[in-house]
C-alpha cells in the first residue's frame, strides 16, 4: 500500500486530498499543528491523524523522517491573515507556515521519496500569479511556492521524485467562509468565474490523486490551476 503525508491534512483542501487518496486505496497521515482540528476530524479508512508544526524542524523530522516508507508529500498546510500581513512579524510568520514551512517539509521528505521514486504537490494559489491587496505575505508565499516547486522540480528530477502544485482559486472552505457569507463579494467573484460556482475539496484533491499517480508519470514542474476557469479571464 502506497503512503502519503499530507499537511494541513485534516481541514479544508488537505482534507480534502486526504480523503480523496484515502478513497483511491492510500494509506494516509493526515497532519495539523491543531489538536482541536485533529479531535474533530471525522474518521475514515486509510487515514490516520498526526500532529505536525510546519514551522518546527524537530516536528517535521520526527513525524516525516520517522516513517518507514513514503511514496507522497502533500504540502496543504497554510495561513492566511489578510490586513494584518502588513505588520512585519505577522508577515515573517505567514511565510514560515506556507513557503518555510513547505520547503522543511519537502526536504524531509526527500529521502524516503527518492527511494521508490515518490511525488510532491505542493500548494500554490491563484494569487501566484497576481497580488492580493489585503494579503502581501500569502500572496508572496504562493508566489514563492510556485517557483519553489519548479526549482526541486528540476534538482531532484535524476533521483526520480517529481514535484508539482496545485494553484487552487474560490473552493468551498473555512478560509472562504467569510466570502461565501457576503453576497456582494460572491456576486463579484462568480461574475469572473465562468464556472459561476465555488470549487468544492474533493475536485482538488482528484486532481491531487492524478498526479500522484503513474498516470503523471512524465509530468513535473507544473503549477495546476483548480479554479473554474478564474485565471482564464
Not at 479544508?12 to 474533530?40: F, K
Not at 498526526?50 to 520517522?66: A, F, H, P, R, Y
Not at 492580493?132 to 516547486?149: D, R
Request: aromatic share 6%; hydrophobic share 45%.
Amino acid at each position: 500500500m502506497k503512503q502519503a503525508v499530507v499537511t494541513g491534512g485534516t481541514r479544508g483542501i488537505g482534507a480534502g486530498v486526504a480523503r480523496s487518496l484515502a478513497q483511491a486505496g492510500w494509506s494516509v497521515v493526515a497532519a495539523s499543528v491543531s489538536q482541536t482540528e485533529l479531535d474533530a476530524f471525522e474518521p475514515q479508512d486509510g487515514i490516520t491523524t498526526q500532529l505536525l508544526d510546519v514551522t518546527n524542524q524537530s516536528s517535521v523530522d520526527e513525524v516525516i523522517g520517522g516513517l518507514m516508507q513514503l511514496d507522497a508529500l502533500v504540502n496543504c498546510a497554510g495561513i492566511l491573515l489578510r490586513g494584518d500581513e502588513y505588520d512585519i512579524d505577522v508577515f515573517a510568520k505567514v511565510l514560515d507556515v506556507n513557503l518555510t514551512g513547505t520547503m522543511r517539509c519537502c526536504l524531509a521528505a526527500q529521502p524516503l521519496l527518492a527511494k521508490g521514486g515518490g511525488a510532491i504537490v505542493n500548494t500554490a494559489s491563484m494569487l501566484s500569479t497576481f497580488g492580493g491587496p489585503l494579503v502581501p505575505a500569502y500572496s508572496a508565499s504562493k508566489g514563492g511556492v510556485a517557483q519553489l516547486t519548479k526549482a526541486l522540480a528540476g534538482h531532484w528530477a535524476e533521483e526520480g521524485i517529481r514535484v508539482n502544485a496545485i494553484a487552487p482559486g474560490w473552493i468551498e472552505t473555512e478560509m472562504t467562509q467569510g466570502l461565501r457569507d457576503d453576497p456582494a463579494r460572491t456576486e463579484g467573484i462568480m461574475a469572473r468565474t465562468p464556472m459561476k460556482r465555488w470549487g468544492k475539496p474533493e475536485e482538488v484533491g482528484a486532481l491531487v490523486r492524478w498526479l500522484l499517480s503513474d498516470h503523471a508519470s512524465f509530468v513535473t514542474g507544473s503549477i495546476y490551476p483548480v479554479d473554474g476557469g478564474y485565471l482564464a479571464m
